[in-house]
Structure formats: structure tokens, C-alpha cells
């Protein structure tokens, strides 16, 4: 039987409403693609296995991203962690590749992917035009998964992209797969909310691949829940990383999208982490509006409509309990896994979860 998500589950975020899906995929013109990589079981033999590990992809928009580029930024709340082409997109504001998500290792496979699918589609690049540098980042699924292999390899970027859809897998699948999130099974998980602006209504969708934490850290609706749970689990050494990604087509610039940004830590830390030394937490963040043709020669001459920072607040609260939601539902869905070594992270157990979260009137 299919483990529910949060909300299904009666856990609740906030009073903000939901987009349809509840997935960063609300916003318009957003697809997510995973390539799942699992095989083999028992004992770690460098280079051959077990496989616990995999490729996850978001596309901004369906149209070609080196020539019609996102609004984007980053914010690293701690840079124990990798994210290719941040220079870059610091200085220009832009995002201009797919985002990609792998393991720490696996980085440079990702990068080389996301690369050459880029330079099919733009045979100009890197002659007339500007030369590709790919937006990846990463966290560490060395525990579950045999990292030395790099078994994550370019072709299996091209996969990810060509499963990409509207209904986001969550938990174990595609980068997620080895991923521990306060101690318990993670991987990726996303929500979205729906917000009105002066009349407008728009959209901030959240997608995390969460692998930080420890497990009495874990907080749900302000309920200490790791330290109450009597399931045993493990506890890794390592705190792991998390990167978020926020999606929005609220017509924001760089600047804004960087204050976006940071509001994703806020919701890190309603479920219980403090950004532990050995983690990185990068949270980036892109607006699907104000697409300009970078091949233009008046691309950069174009007057964007933007809103106003006295109007952003509503989008701040959106991110916040966005970013909660998508924590605990990559929990919710995270089903136990058994990697290298026989190490072994069990999912959430949710009824237990649940009945703490009862006993302290939040259900």
C-alpha cells in the first residue's frame, strides 16, 4: 500500500491554499524528471555496487533554456556542499540549463549531461554563442550508496529530462534514492502554494532533495516528533545536505528571487534543523516570467514588469511553509531502503507520527 503524503495524511502547513497538485509542477511551464539507479545488495565492493542512487531533473519551462534563460538565483545558508555555475548566475541573475540533482560525486557526470543535451539543441553554442555552464547541485548518499562507483553517468541526464511530466515522484527516486533525512528516509518531496498580490493571484512551488539532520532534530508542526518516536532507527555521522529549489511566476528579478531564497531556510528550520557544520543547505530560486531571447542583440534592453518588495510578504510566507511541507513529505514518502554494507534507513513510521501529532492536538 502506497504511503500517503502529509497532507493526505491530515498534516497541515500553514493557511496559505495548495496549487492543484500541491507540487512545485503548479507553476506553469515547471516538469520534473527522475532516473533511478538501484542494483545489487550486501557487501560494498568499490566500483561494482550496491546502487542506491539516480538523476533528478527540473526544467523551468518546455522552451530552450540556453536561448530563453530564467531569472534565478541561489542562497547558500551553508556551503558544505556543491552548485555548478553559481558564479555565474550570481553575476547574471539568470538561470540558463536545466537544474540538476544527483550525489556529491556524481556532479561532474550531471554537469557533462546537461552539457551536451544543451549543445544539441543550440548548434551556435560555444561558437557564435556564449559556451554552456550548467546549473547542478548535490547531496552525499554515500551511506546507502556504492559513491565511489560514479555510477551516475551523462546519459542518464538525458533520461531524466525525457521522463519529465507534471506529477512529481517523491521519496526514494531519482536523486532521492539514497538520500537520510533526520535519520530516517528521505530523497525528494514538493508542495506548492497559491497566493494573491494586489489582484494577481501567483504560484511558489518548492521541490527539496532532502538527506540533513539528525533525528531528534525532526519537528513537525512544531511537535519535537524524533525525540518522542520509539521506532529505532540508525543514526549516520554524517548530517548530510539538503538543496531546495523554488519555482515561481511571480515577475521577480534576481534581487527579489534572492530574498525568495533565503526564506527557504525559514521553513528548513521549522522542521527541526540548525544547519549542522557538515552540511550544505543551498536553496535556488527562478521566476518562469520575464523570458528574454539571449541571442538577441535587444534581449537585455527589454523593461521587465516587476512587483513592488512592499508586496513580496505573502510570497515569503508561501516559501516558508512550502519548503516545511516538501520536507515531510519527502519523509512521508520515503520508503525504507537497504543499500551498501546492509546499512539500513527505515521510512518515517507514520501512524506512530501521526498519533504524536494527535496527542499534542495538531490533528
Not at 163 to 173: F, P, R, S
Not at 248 to 253: F, V
Not at 311 to 338: H, Q, W, Y
Request: net charge negative; hydrophobic share 35%; proline share 4%.
Amino acid at each position: 500500500m502506497s504511503r500517503p503524503r502529509a497532507r493526505e495524511a491530515g498534516v497541515r502547513f500553514g493557511d496559505v491554499p495548495t496549487g492543484a497538485r500541491n507540487s512545485v509542477t503548479d507553476v506553469k511551464g515547471v516538469k520534473v524528471g527522475h532516473c533511478t539507479l538501484r542494483s545489487g545488495d550486501g557487501k560494498l565492493v568499490p566500483g561494482e555496487g550496491p546502487v542506491r542512487t539516480g538523476v533528478t531533473v527540473i526544467l523551468p519551462h518546455g522552451d530552450n533554456l540556453y536561448r530563453n534563460p530564467v531569472k534565478g538565483t541561489y542562497f547558500a545558508l551553508n556551503g558544505c556542499g556543491g552548485l555548478t555555475g553559481a558564479l555565474q548566475t550570481k553575476e547574471f541573475g539568470v538561470i540558463d540549463s536545466p537544474i540538476g540533482l544527483t550525489n556529491t560525486m556524481g556532479m561532474a557526470s550531471v554537469a557533462e549531461g546537461l552539457v551536451r543535451y544543451t549543445l544539441e539543441r543550440n548548434p551556435l553554442a560555444g561558437i557564435e554563442h556564449d559556451t554552456v555552464i550548467p546549473t547542478v547541485s548535490e547531496c552525499d548518499d554515500s551511506y546507502l550508496n556504492d559513491a565511489r562507483g560514479l555510477h551516475v553517468r551523462p546519459e542518464h541526464v538525458h533520461d531524466a529530462i525525457a521522463a519529465a511530466d507534471d506529477d512529481v515522484c517523491e521519496g526514494a527516486v531519482g536523486a532521492g534514492s539514497g538520500m537520510v533525512c533526520y535519520d530516517f528516509k528521505g530523497g525528494i518531496g514538493t508542495s506548492s502554494r497559491v497566493v494573491e498580490v494586489q489582484g494577481e493571484k501567483y504560484t511558489v512551488g518548492i521541490i527539496v532533495l532532502s538527506n540533513h539532520g539528525e533525528r531528534d532534530e525532526l519537528t513537525v508542526d512544531g511537535v519535537p516528533v524524533g525525540k518522542m518516536l520509539t521506532t529505532f532507527n540508525p543514526h549516520r555521522e554524517e548530517n548530510g545536505s539538503i538543496v531546495t529549489v523554488v519555482a515561481t511566476d511571480a515577475p521577480l528579478d534576481a534581487r527579489q528571487l534572492g530574498r525568495i531564497a533565503r526564506r527557504a531556510g525559514m521553513g528548513l528550520a521549522l522542521t527541526g534543523s540548525c544547519a549542522n557544520n557538515g552540511s550544505g543547505d543551498i536553496m535556488i530560486a527562478f521566476s518562469t516570467v520575464n523570458v528574454h531571447d539571449r541571442c538577441q542583440e535587444d534581449c537585455f534592453v527589454v523593461t521587465d514588469h516587476l512587483l513592488v518588495d512592499r508586496e513580496m510578504s505573502p510570497l515569503f510566507r508561501a516559501t516558508v511553509d512550502c519548503t516545511a511541507e516538501a520536507i515531510i513529505n519527502s519523509l512521508f514518502k520515503g520508503e525504507t531502503v537497504k543499500g551498501r554494507d546492509d546499512n539500513t534507513v527505515p521510512g518515517l513510521p507514520i501512524d506512530e507520527t501521526l498519533e504524536l501529532l494527535k496527542a499534542h492536538g495538531r490533528l
